[in-house]
């Protein structure tokens, strides 16, 4: 069984301040993880995901996650927020294993960028 | 560009009416799937496909069918729509070769509301 909880529905931050959104996950195998961005009116696209190569995983648009397995997290950071970053945000995971797996969404965080 | 289609961005249907709902893929993805997005619930696995004429269901199937004829196109039939079948729904599809941790890439969704 695996799970994901994200933990606040919404975030708010200045323009130019850290973006931070939480994460946690449980898997009973390694798990894959993703975040995935959602632009209002629009569906979801990949952000990053972490497949076991590295920790600190790069993604598009300046953000980064970091894979804490002691921790069971992947949060989402983000030096210096930007306007364009409202989104709703949505962590996911999905087994470690081959063929299909469920992949298991997040509830979603919504990111408001306050000028 | 890889694309995933919907037919409908909006669509205003009432209750008891049959409602289909198209996806058409071009990455001849072997993966497709069906979500409903809802506040606070996030995204929620209907029904998904792993190849032409296959299916199997998700967390939430009652009140929904689907079809898949052809490798590119993911029907979702609501055979008889209800009120609390009002939501956004999400296509997505996947490749087989990708393993558990493989990408979905999504359409734009279509919002529907049942009168």
């Known amino acids: 069984a695996q799970s994901v909880t994200q933990l606040g529905s919404h975030v708010s931050v200045s323009e130019g301040a850290l973006v931070l959104l939480r994460c946690n996950y449980s898997s009973s195998v390694p798990p894959y993880l993703f975040w995935y961005v959602q632009y209002p009116n629009q569906g979801l696209q990949l952000l990053l995901k972490?497949?076991?190569?590295?920790?600190l995983v790069k993604g598009i648009n300046g953000f980064e996650a970091e894979f804490k397995k002691s921790e069971t997290s992947f949060h989402l950071t983000k030096p210096s927020a930007h306007m364009s970053d409202a989104a709703e945000y949505f962590c996911?995971?999905?087994?470690?294993?081959?063929?299909?797996?469920?992949?298991?969404f997040g509830i979603g965080t919504k990111l408001q960028v306050i000028p | 560009d890889v694309k995933v289609t919907q037919s409908s961005r909006y669509l205003v249907k009432r209750t008891g009416e049959k409602v289909f709902l198209e996806c058409v893929q071009d990455?001849?993805?072997?993966?497709m799937f069906w979500y409903r997005q809802d506040p606070g619930l996030g995204l929620r696995l209907i029904y998904f496909?792993?190849?032409?004429?296959?299916?199997e269901k998700g967390d939430i199937p009652e009140g929904y069918s689907v079809s898949r004829e052809k490798k590119e196109r993911f029907s979702l039939i609501l055979e008889s729509a209800s009120t609390n079948q009002t939501s956004m729904y999400l296509c997505a599809s996947s490749s087989r070769l990708a393993r558990g941790g493989g990408v979905q890439f999504f359409g734009p969704g279509t919002r529907l509301t049942v009168l």
């Open positions: 990455m001849d993805h072997e993966n």
């Open positions: 996911a995971v999905s087994p470690y294993s081959g063929g299909y797996q469920k992949v298991t």
């Open positions: 972490y497949t076991s190569a590295a920790t």
């Open positions: 496909s792993y190849d032409v004429k296959m299916k």
